[in-house]
């Protein structure tokens, strides 16, 4: 499972944090993110509470904290080969 690494953080209502502005794919007990980036010299905050379910139809808009979502990340996390949509009444 792919955890989120963020360059910033936030409170969210309920009291927990949440990731903001730049964020990676990580994988815990590594020390990078997985498109490689070091975790240690980019300074980047690990959360490991919080799943990476980005897609690259995701849509970052001006309300959210998230402001940028790194695009080789979901490229390396999405499923290969799989169709994100299933046809209901295929005809005969």
């Known amino acids: 499972m ?3 690494a963020a360059s910033s953080e936030w409170i969210g209502s309920d009291g927990v944090r949440q990731p903001g502005g730049e964020v990676h794919a990580w994988r815990p007990g590594t020390n990078q993110t997985v498109c490689g ?3 240690s010299r980019t300074r980047l905050r690990r959360f490991p509470h ?3 379910d980005f897609r690259a ?3 970052v808009t001006s309300e959210d904290q ?3 979502i790194c695009p080789r ?3 390396a996390t999405s499923r290969r080969g799989e169709r994100n949509w ?3 009444s295929p005809r005969p």
Do not use: G, H, I, M
Request: aromatic fraction near 10%; proline fraction near 5%.
């Open 57 to 59: 139809t995701d849509v």
């Open 86 to 88: 299933t046809r209901v």
């Open 73 to 75: 990340c979901v490229a």
């Open 50 to 52: 919080v799943p990476f």
């Open 37 to 39: 980036l070091a975790l």
């Open 66 to 68: 998230v402001r940028y």
């Open 2 to 4: 792919n955890a989120v």
